[in-house]
Each structure stands twice: as C-alpha cells, then as structure tokens.
C-alpha cells in the first residue's frame, strides 16, 4: 500500500516552494539592496572625483568669450 499523504501539508508546502521561487525572480529583476545601491553611488562618484583631478584642460570654451 502507498504511504498516507496530508493534502493540507502538501498543498501549503507547494505553495512555499512557489512563494519562494517567486522572491528569487524578483530579487534578481528588481536589482540590489539600498546599502548596495548607496555604495555603488558613492564608488561612482569617487571615480569622477579622481577623473577630473587627472583632466589636463580645466578650461571649458563655451565660457570664453570669441575674439572678433
């Protein structure tokens, strides 16, 4: 003879197992954790300091005024 199952217990055990496939696929489409998003802007930001520090022309010639 089979073994006796608990439809209740197999049922809610199923829908476990979807809730949790369903966080793992938002998780990965809606991206990082607010710590991680705030390091990322901080890492960017630092990268653009260190660019413009090594920039050669702080000039910009849209502000100067043309000679004619």
Do not use: C, F, I, W
């Not at 829908?15 to 954790?33: V, Y």
């Not at 802007?41 to 004619?68: C, H, I």
Request: hydrophobic share 20%; proline share 1%.
């Amino acid at each position: 003879m089979g073994d006796v199952v608990n439809l209740n217990q197999y049922r809610k055990e199923r829908a476990r197992d979807l809730g949790k496939k369903r966080a793992a696929e938002n998780r990965a489409q809606h991206g990082r954790s607010k710590v991680d998003r705030n390091a990322g802007r901080s890492e960017q930001k630092r990268d653009q300091r260190q660019l413009d520090g090594k920039r050669l022309d702080t000039t910009n010639n849209d502000d100067t005024p043309s000679a004619s």
